[in-house]
């Protein structure tokens, strides 16, 4: 809407002094010329904006003139609990809410609090995002995002790993993990009439590698449901019911998702590898495999005459782990459990047999 532009234009100007028009229209995601429109029409409301001609010019306004027009509205303050991350308030379609937010919070503090919340911003970035990996696409996360705060029955077709399937879920909170949105659920009965057998759902999000609103209550049983993990990416399509729903009074999402986790790392590593490693494998332990790897660096005997130690390593399923241990290449050697330790000699085999094989076979032409 234009008026919240022309506020937004106006709170800018007061916080930051001289802005040039190209500043201001980055800003604002408008064109210069829509900056200057909404300058004239600032002016013609008694905002006395003031027009620097020259290459160090701009838009200031004159005399400190500041506006009080500050109060937030319920958006407003809500998306203030995103200010950490602009690009997931961004996804979820309050990035310009949380823009107008964070000047009207500004505009409203003294000038050396505000001064210190600029330079706050200056030196400090949270990037919540996982290197080397591309964020998921999530199109339908809007939708999801929509039935999550207004309680709404959410209907989605959802691609799992052993195929497609359609649930009616109770969204009950979303969750922001390394980059990848995942939703936590309830089951919501009945299915839409003519959807496909739907057979239960992940209880906790995959691996990256593998991978009070007003309306009819829900019965009691159903509101207690078990609470599950989909992954917004996977998500194919997605509806919003008109049918509301009762939350559960109980539901504490930051406690559910502690809990989820500490489950998914309790079901990951199924095994314990005793593993032999130069002291370059123990150096890129922490980075590999984490929390898990940087404990057992923490935890490696002693050297050995070649510098190598034994550290135990907790790993997943032998084909994962076979995988995960052979970046370590010929720094690291699997001693033990013996299935591990054959599953990596075949695997090196297989490796060294097709390497052999395009030694001889001649290069395409």
């Given at each position: ?6 506020l ?5 100007l ?9 500043e201001?229209?980055?800003e604002l ?24 001609r020259?290459?160090t010019?701009?838009?200031r ?6 506006t ?8 407003e303050?809500?998306?203030l609990?995103l200010?950490?991350?602009p690009d ?7 990035g310009?809410v949380?823009?107008?937010?964070q000047l ?13 919340t600029r ?11 996982s ?11 809007a939708?999801?995002?929509e039935a999550?705060w207004e309680q709404?029955v959410?209907?989605?077709h959802?691609?799992?790993w052993?195929g ?11 969750v ?8 936590l ?6 299915a839409p ?31 207690a449901?078990?609470?599950?993990t989909y ?5 194919l ?15 504490d999402l930051?406690?559910h998702?502690?809990s989820?986790?500490r489950e998914?790392t309790?079901?990951l590593h199924?095994d314990?590898a005793?593993?032999r ?9 922490p980075a ?5 790897g940087?404990?057992?660096a923490?935890r ?7 510098g190598?130690?034994?550290v135990?390593?907790?790993?997943e ?5 076979v ?8 720094d690291a050697?699997v001693?033990?459990p013996?299935?591990l ?8 085999a297989a ?6 094989d395009a030694?001889?076979?001649a290069?395409?032409s």
């Amino acid at each position: 809407m234009r008026a919240d532009r022309l506020l937004a234009l106006l709170l800018l100007l007061q916080n930051r002094g001289l802005c040039t028009a190209t500043e201001l229209a980055a800003e604002l995601e408008v064109s210069v010329r829509t900056v200057h429109r909404d300058v004239e029409a600032l002016g013609a409301a008694g905002v006395p904006v003031l027009a620097e001609r020259g290459r160090t010019g701009g838009y200031r306004l004159v005399g400190g003139y500041r506006t009080r027009l500050t109060g937030l509205t319920g958006d407003e303050a809500g998306a203030l609990f995103l200010a950490g991350v602009p690009d997931a308030a961004k996804e979820l379609g309050l990035g310009a809410v949380l823009a107008t937010a964070q000047l009207k919070v500004r505009a409203a503090l003294p000038a050396e609090l505000a001064d210190r919340t600029r330079r706050l911003q200056e030196r400090f970035h949270l990037d919540p995002a996982s290197w080397f990996r591309d964020a998921d696409p999530v199109p339908e996360l809007a939708r999801v995002a929509e039935a999550v705060w207004e309680q709404r029955v959410l209907r989605v077709h959802y691609r799992r790993w052993r195929g497609e399937v359609h649930r009616e879920l109770r969204p009950l909170g979303l969750v922001l993990k390394s980059g990848i949105w995942y939703l936590l659920a309830s089951s919501a009965t009945p299915a839409p009439e003519g959807s496909p057998p739907a057979p239960a759902a992940r209880t906790s999000p995959a691996p990256a590698r593998t991978s009070p609103a007003p309306g009819n209550a829900a019965p009691p049983a159903e509101a207690a449901a078990a609470v599950r993990t989909y992954r917004v990416s996977r998500m194919l399509a997605a509806e919003v019911a008109d049918r509301h729903f009762t939350r559960p009074p109980d539901f504490d999402l930051a406690a559910h998702w502690a809990s989820t986790t500490r489950e998914l790392t309790g079901m990951l590593h199924q095994d314990t590898a005793t593993v032999r490693v130069s002291p370059r494998a123990l150096r890129l332990l922490p980075a590999q495999f984490g929390t898990a790897g940087a404990e057992a660096a923490r935890r490696a005997g002693p050297p050995d005459q070649e510098g190598w130690a034994v550290v135990e390593l907790p790993v997943e399923s032998t084909p994962v782990a076979v995988s995960d241990l052979l970046r370590l290449g010929p720094d690291a050697e699997v001693l033990a459990p013996p299935a591990l330790r054959a599953a990596i000699a075949e695997a090196v085999a297989a490796l060294a047999r097709r390497y052999a094989d395009a030694n001889t076979t001649a290069a395409p032409s």
